[in-house]
């Protein structure tokens, strides 16, 4: 599965940014996909997730509300629709799939797909 993650920029407190995420190699009815942020100096960690079957999500608590995830089938591609952003959403934003479609982990561990990341930066 290869990955290839776009549409990071420069936002204000308050803006928006969609970022996408294409995905091409393998069929991904049985996947996971998810996306991730690292800031410098911290780890990597869970954003969101989505089940590419039946579009089960997750999200982590620092984002509920504010950040959608979704899917399209026709054109292959992962989204997260960031709105209300914040300085501590910073980060690099990086894509992500896994094999199989019931669970959908926080650990970076779990996650065996990885694009190369695009960057986010939120000005107060």
């Known amino acids: 599965v290869q990955l290839q993650a776009s549409g990071g920029g420069l936002v204000q407190t308050g803006g928006s940014l969609r970022l996408s995420c294409t995905v091409s190699?393998?069929?991904?009815?049985?996947?996971?996909m998810g996306w991730f942020r690292q800031a410098p100096g911290k780890e990597r960690e869970f954003v969101a997730a989505?089940?590419?079957?039946?579009?089960?999500?997750r999200y982590a608590d620092s984002v509920k509300g504010r950040f959608t995830i979704s899917r399209d089938y026709l054109k292959d591609t992962l989204y997260l629709q960031l709105n209300s952003l914040k300085p501590e959403d910073t980060a690099v934003y990086y894509c992500?799939?896994?094999?199989?479609?019931?669970?959908?982990?926080?650990?970076?561990?779990?996650?065996?797909?990885w694009g190369q990341g695009t960057l986010v930066t939120v000005s107060s």
């Open positions: 992500a799939s896994r094999q199989g479609n019931t669970w959908l982990p926080t650990n970076t561990n779990e996650w065996s797909y």
């Open positions: 989505i089940t590419w079957r039946g579009g089960t999500t």
């Open positions: 190699g393998r069929a991904l009815s049985t996947h996971g």
